[in-house]
């Protein structure tokens, strides 16, 4: 039998499975259950951050309008679980086929998730995108590989 960490640890990488197959099917009713309604996200598009349920699904709304079909790619994922808070944190990488019919490989993200439990069942609370930048120019680095 598995200790309460061990198997809140499967069902937080279970959740982490069903967040990419969502995005891939482009499902915003599936992508809402996965969420807290308070959630914060630290997204790469402005503002700084996206706050609550409605706003994340937004952020997933634009992106299902630039890509006609999508590939989400997490790897490297490292997990901390508790009785009540996990976090995940690894790279991410969103490709797949434009609406104008264009490849794209995407770039390497760095990601964080981080999860409550409310009533027995896992939820993102906050999510965490970011992109690394070069101190002498203030750029953006988006061809780095993990």
Not at 26 to 31: R, T, V
Not at 69 to 90: C, I, K, M, P, Q
Not at 96 to 114: H, I, K, S, Y
């Amino acid at each position: 039998m598995s200790t309460p960490n061990e198997s809140g640890a499967a069902d937080v990488r279970q959740h982490v499975e069903t967040l990419v197959h969502r995005i891939e099917a482009k499902d915003l009713a599936g992508l809402r259950q996965l969420y807290a309604a308070d959630v914060v996200s630290f997204d790469v598009e402005p503002p700084l951050q996206h706050v609550g349920l409605e706003a994340k699904l937004r952020n997933w709304t634009n992106v299902f309008t630039i890509f006609r079909d999508v590939r989400y790619e997490l790897r490297d994922l490292a997990f901390t679980v508790d009785r009540s808070v996990a976090f995940a944190h690894g790279f991410g990488r969103l490709s797949g086929t434009l609406a104008t019919g264009a490849e794209t490989n995407g770039m390497w993200v760095r990601a964080t998730l981080c999860f409550r439990r409310f009533d027995g069942a896992w939820l993102i609370t906050h999510d965490q995108v970011s992109v690394p930048f070069d101190l002498h120019s203030g750029r953006g680095v988006s061809d780095l590989q993990p």
